[in-house]
């Protein structure tokens, strides 16, 4: 599903991600953990397409095609979905909008016909209950006066409505409490599935207590430098990152 | 002829047959005095930069008298939907319209007086004499609304332009006195045909008794055409509230003129501009709210959208005086060019004597917000939607928080008509 090579990128002036490698085969899903500013949110963003996030060398191969060609709304249609860290607010569209029209530019990329309203609306209000989201949240402007955790809810909310192959979830987790925390992870684990993959960005390994991963990478200096099973997460909360990142310069 | 020859030509025409109940003779030989002694703004004026004034060469000071059946006509034309629970005043080149008005007249604890004495010296001592000081010298009528203490009412007041400017001018006028703790929400509307080129001068002074909340909402869309001025007195009183919500989006040429003095204790003022441009349209507002009470507070904020080779103009001006301890100013002035010749100029001023204030402001004038952008398009949406989608909120981000939903959708609807092209189906859906 995703292949990334040899990926250099730059932001302003600053390199990031240096020679970074990695593969996540269709239908697993992949923790990124690290320390802060190891490059796991640079990566998120290379992926889903954010301008100033720029690739001097290496390539990413996105079910065979080239992701870094495509513009970043062409990468969202294709399938790719990132869950923001600090969703961004914007008053004046609301978040009905904003689903349907989403949900109907992925539709378009697909060859399908736009979703009527009626249906759309039985669909949304599915997801919303799942997610233990309030109908009035519709009629809202995106994300906006939400908590924190409405707002990672909202993220899950609209991936779960965009149905994508490749889900980039950074720092989900981050801001929840454990209560949110078990809503997020169910509306994760209920995309789980063999033709799609996720990539879970995450600082702690809290997360991973619900959402169990089939790979955990460890990102430092913008490469990866160690990777493992599920466990090696349990072993990253307890010995923290140091042994790894003596370990690989050793 | 100039005009400011013309002005005094003009008054000498008229000044007989002005009503002395609004403004005694020799009241409105001052007001003149005042225009004529300072002289018409020029653009040299650091305030007036951005005012186009040449058009003042082109129009004519007297007001209408008397309103014909033509008027009439074309004002029923532009009515829009009446809002449920308002009273309804309308005039037509600044003159009461009985026959358009809904008009239960004194009641509730209000009264109402539509020919009522209008201040001599309004405007005399606000951010600019000129414009106030013209419309005491040839208002033939005005507005007054007076709330005794713990009133409640909701009134609209409609002004509608029908005559060229080249014929004649129109002086909207209104005076409102709230008593304390009384509450009144009024609907101010500037409205005109699509094209037409009036020319009108308008004088808003309100006074705001102690612990009384007013919410004041001012939507101006007169004809692509037309000249515009409005001055705005505004005196709030110990812990009472105002709320000014303002919508432009008419005129060829229109400029606003603002002073509200935070005259007691704990007095507060939260004023939104919304303003959306297009063509060669020219608006600019020039605001200047003063502290003068210790515990006084002031939020602020403005959008402009400037398409085509319009320009749009903020100055939000606010003076923290020396016995305005512990008070808190807050200023968010944003401008959005949206035409390749397109112009934005907003600045925040603070004039702070005082200590122990909390006074922050922000401008900015561009782009579309990055973040948002990269947002929309992360979730798939084209690239030209989530422009326009980013319009629509940047311009309707203030009207959301009008409380009268029927005026909200009225002013969306009304901001749609202003969008074009792929904007224009965006806005559509989202009203």
Not at chain 2, 19 to 35: I, K
Not at chain 2, 81 to 99: M, Q
Request: hydrophobic share 45%.
């Amino acid at each position: 599903m995703l292949k990334i090579e040899n990926l250099h990128v730059t932001v302003g002036e600053r390199k990031v991600l240096n020679g970074l490698t990695l593969e996540v085969p269709t239908g697993e899903v992949h923790a990124i953990m690290g320390p802060n500013g190891s490059g796991k949110s640079t990566l998120a963003y290379a992926l889903a397409g954010r301008p100033g996030y720029e690739a001097t060398q290496g390539r990413v191969l996105y079910d065979g095609q080239d992701l870094l060609a495509l513009p970043a709304e062409e990468r969202a249609r294709a399938g790719v979905f990132l869950g923001f860290q600090y969703p961004v607010e914007i008053p004046g569209v609301n978040n009905v909008y904003l689903l349907k029209a989403a949900l109907n530019a992925r539709r378009k990329a697909a060859g399908l016909t736009e979703i009527d309203a009626f249906e759309f609306l039985e669909f949304v209000r599915g997801r919303m209950k799942f997610m233990q989201m309030d109908e009035s949240f519709l009629s809202r402007g995106v994300n906006e006066s939400f908590s924190g955790g409405e707002k990672k809810r909202n993220e899950i909310l609209q991936m779960l409505v965009l149905e994508p192959r490749l889900a980039l979830l950074d720092e989900t987790d981050s801001g929840l409490d454990i209560d949110a925390m078990k809503v997020v992870a169910q509306g994760i684990n209920s995309l789980r599935g063999p033709d799609r993959s996720i990539v879970l960005v995450t600082h702690y390994q809290r997360l991973l207590d619900h959402v169990r991963p089939d790979r955990v990478h460890v990102l430092s200096r913008g490469r990866i430098v160690h990777s493992g099973g599920p466990d090696l997460a349990l072993e990253l909360e307890r010995r923290g990152y140091d042994w790894v990142l003596e370990a690989s310069a050793a | 002829m100039s005009a400011l020859a013309r002005l005094a030509s003009d008054h000498a025409t008229v000044a007989g047959s002005l009503p002395v109940a609004v403004v005694a003779r020799d009241g409105r030989e001052a007001a003149l005095g005042v225009v004529t002694a300072l002289g018409l703004p020029g653009g040299r004026e650091e305030n007036w930069r951005y005012t186009s004034l040449r058009p003042l060469d082109e129009v004519r000071f007297v007001p209408q008298l008397s309103i014909d059946a033509a008027s009439v006509d074309q004002a029923r034309s532009l009515l829009p939907d009446p809002l449920t629970g308002f009273d309804r005043y309308v005039f037509i080149d600044g003159l009461f319209a009985a026959a358009l008005s809904a008009d239960p007249g004194s009641a509730r604890g209000v009264s109402i007086d539509t020919r009522a004495p209008l201040d001599a010296a309004f405007g005399q001592d606000g951010a600019d004499a000129r414009f106030g000081a013209l419309a005491v010298a040839f208002a033939p009528e005005a507005l007054s609304i007076t709330a005794a203490a713990s009133a409640t009412r909701d009134i609209e007041v409609l002004f509608i332009a029908t005559r060229q400017g080249t014929e004649s001018a129109s002086y909207p006028a209104v005076t409102i006195h709230a008593g304390e703790h009384a509450r009144l929400r009024v609907v101010e509307r500037h409205l005109g045909a699509a094209h037409s080129a009036t020319f009108s001068n308008a004088a808003i002074d309100l006074q705001i008794g102690s612990a009384a909340q007013v919410g004041h909402v001012r939507v101006q869309q007169l004809g692509a055409e037309a000249i515009h001025f409005e001055t705005l007195r505004v005196e709030i009183g110990a812990d009472a509230g105002y709320t000014l919500d303002t919508v432009a989006l008419g005129a060829r040429s229109a400029r606003t003129t603002l002073h509200a003095r935070l005259a007691g204790h704990g007095a507060r003022i939260g004023y939104a501009h919304s303003v959306a441009l297009a063509d060669t349209q020219v608006n600019d507002t020039y605001a200047v709210i003063e502290h003068a009470a210790p515990g006084t507070e002031t939020t602020q904020d403005y959008r402009g959208i400037a398409a085509g080779r319009s320009r749009v103009a903020f100055n939000g001006h606010v003076v923290m005086r020396s016995g305005a301890a512990k008070s808190a100013s807050q200023q968010s002035l944003r401008s959005l060019l949206a035409g390749p010749g397109a112009e934005a100029d907003v600045r925040p001023q603070l004039e702070i004597y005082t200590d122990d204030v909390k006074a922050s402001h922000g401008a900015t004038s561009g782009k579309l917000d990055e973040h948002m952008l990269f947002y929309l398009l992360s979730r798939g949406i084209e690239r030209r939607v989530a422009q326009s989608l980013l319009k629509w909120a940047f311009l309707t981000g203030l009207v959301a928080r009008i409380a009268i939903p029927a005026l909200r959708m009225q002013i969306e609807r009304a901001f749609a008509q202003r969008f074009t092209g792929e904007d224009a189906a965006v806005a559509q859906e989202l009203v």
